[in-house]
């Protein structure tokens, strides 16, 4: 019987080798970026257990990533206002590609693929127009880049692919930045945050705000359930005395609602959330905040339900029955009701855990 060896020797000789996928890669259940005791940094893939089945370096600090829906392919984004996105291998931890932004022109830390994994979309900021863009980049064609779309706004963060499979949901932070002033926000007292809804085409299909009074509360990071419901996790820019409700749902066809659970929790938040995720089921949604040291855990209508403490809880993602956040203490979390440590390295976490497809 010919070994497995000569048979894939075949199959590359015919042309026809199966493409690799994730299993190739260790199979992970999610992506993070770390720094490591040394002080460098590393993209890591963690599996549904929370251990670690691959690390593979980077020039700097890491964001999020975005993982491409059957390829062992990951694109890593440096924290804003970055520069580098890499296009990582996952299966022999190869940079296959570099994607520099194009002058004028830089990151935000976020991306999603579309669904067949043929494009790569990505926040960015053309900040010598003040104006938010999404770019686009051919996968099948080394990642060439393709153009460029308006977001809708200022300070595109995180964007998701809506199941409709052609349509963009976009957080619009509202901020204005230049990388010449490295992290300042540039216009607070007029900042309009939105949540934008984008055709690949480039249309702005919809759109909403905060109420006025609300208008500095950047809308940043976003959770997408399978039926289109958006969960929103905003950071307040206004006085830490008047902070609003940071979390708030959307379906497309109403109003943007905002939940608040009626404590003082978002000022235990300090005003700022870090991520945003469905449960493994949808029933449920959580929220981070690494300043405050605590994650909210609310029904999907917004009503809370229970409280994690753990000191500098910031990456959180859909579990198997319930939610896996990460600490910037290297721990791995699983909440399923209670709360549990699945796992502790000796690297602190980055801001976002993201799942794998």
Same mark, same amino acid.
């Given at each position: 019987?010919? =070994?497995?060896?000569?048979?894939?020797?075949?199959?590359?000789?015919?042309?026809?080798?199966?493409?690799? =996928?994730?299993?190739?890669?260790?199979?992970?259940?999610?992506? =993070?970026?770390?720094?490591?005791?040394?002080?460098?940094?590393?993209?890591?893939?963690?599996?549904?257990?929370?251990?670690?089945?691959?690390? $593979?370096?980077?020039?700097?600090?890491?964001?999020?990533?975005?993982? /491409?829906?059957?390829?062992?392919?990951?694109?890593?984004?440096? *924290?804003?206002?970055?520069?580098?996105?890499?296009?990582? %291998?996952?299966?022999?931890?190869?940079?296959?590609? *570099?994607?520099?932004?194009?002058?004028?022109?830089?990151?935000?830390?976020?991306?999603?693929?579309?669904?067949?994994? =043929?494009?790569?979309?990505?926040?960015?900021?053309?900040? %010598?127009?003040?104006?938010?863009? $999404?770019?686009?980049?051919?996968?099948?064609?080394?990642?060439?880049?393709?153009?460029?779309?308006?977001?809708?706004?200022?300070?595109?963060?995180?964007?998701?692919?809506?199941?409709?499979?052609?349509?963009?949901?976009?957080?619009?932070?509202?901020?204005?930045? /230049?990388?010449?002033?490295?992290?300042?926000?540039? %216009?607070?007292?007029?900042?309009?945050?939105?949540?934008?809804?984008?055709?690949?085409?480039?249309?702005?299909?919809?759109? /909403?705000?905060?109420?006025?009074?609300?208008?500095?509360?950047?809308?940043?990071?976003?959770?997408?359930?399978?039926?289109?419901?958006?969960?929103?996790?905003?950071?307040?820019?206004?006085?830490?005395?008047?902070?609003?409700?940071?979390?708030?749902?959307?379906?497309?066809?109403?109003?943007?609602?905002?939940?608040?659970?009626?404590?003082?929790?978002? *000022?235990?938040?300090?005003?700022?959330?870090?991520?945003?995720?469905?449960?493994?089921?949808?029933?449920?949604?959580?929220?981070?905040?690494?300043?405050?040291?605590?994650?909210?855990?609310?029904?999907?209508?917004?009503?809370?339900?229970?409280?994690?403490?753990?000191?500098?809880?910031?990456?959180?993602?859909?579990?198997?029955?319930?939610?896996?956040?990460?600490?910037?203490?290297?721990?791995?979390?699983?909440?399923?009701?209670?709360?549990?440590?699945?796992?502790?390295?000796?690297?602190?976490?980055?801001? /976002?855990?993201?799942?794998?497809?």
């Amino acid at each position: 019987m010919p =070994s497995r060896r000569m048979f894939l020797a075949g199959l590359l000789a015919s042309g026809v080798a199966p493409r690799a =996928s994730w299993a190739d890669a260790g199979s992970p259940a999610y992506l =993070s970026a770390a720094r490591l005791p040394s002080g460098a940094y590393a993209l890591f893939g963690l599996n549904a257990g929370g251990q670690v089945v691959f690390e $593979i370096p980077l020039p700097g600090r890491g964001h999020a990533a975005a993982a /491409h829906p059957s390829q062992p392919l990951a694109v890593a984004f440096a *924290r804003r206002p970055g520069r580098f996105a890499l296009v990582i %291998n996952c299966a022999d931890g190869t940079v296959k590609t *570099r994607l520099d932004a194009p002058p004028g022109f830089h990151f935000y830390g976020h991306g999603t693929f579309t669904a067949d994994g =043929s494009v790569l979309c990505t926040s960015e900021n053309d900040f %010598n127009n003040a104006r938010g863009m $999404i770019g686009l980049w051919d996968v099948r064609n080394g990642f060439a880049r393709l153009g460029a779309i308006p977001s809708g706004g200022i300070g595109p963060h995180e964007l998701r692919l809506m199941p409709d499979g052609e349509t963009l949901v976009v957080a619009n932070g509202g901020i204005e930045t /230049h990388p010449d002033a490295g992290r300042q926000k540039l %216009n607070l007292p007029e900042m309009r945050p939105n949540l934008s809804y984008v055709s690949l085409d480039g249309a702005t299909l919809d759109q /909403h705000q905060p109420p006025p009074e609300w208008h500095q509360n950047s809308i940043r990071h976003l959770a997408l359930r399978k039926d289109g419901l958006v969960a929103i996790a905003c950071q307040w820019q206004g006085n830490p005395t008047d902070t609003p409700p940071l979390l708030a749902t959307h379906r497309r066809g109403q109003n943007l609602a905002f939940h608040d659970p009626g404590t003082d929790i978002w *000022r235990d938040m300090q005003g700022y959330l870090g991520s945003v995720s469905f449960s493994g089921s949808g029933a449920e949604i959580a929220v981070t905040g690494p300043r405050g040291g605590v994650a909210l855990i609310t029904d999907a209508s917004g009503q809370p339900q229970r409280l994690i403490e753990q000191p500098d809880i910031c990456g959180a993602a859909p579990g198997a029955s319930g939610f896996v956040f990460t600490t910037g203490q290297g721990l791995v979390l699983e909440d399923a009701g209670t709360s549990r440590q699945m796992a502790s390295e000796w690297v602190a976490w980055d801001n /976002h855990l993201v799942s794998v497809a």
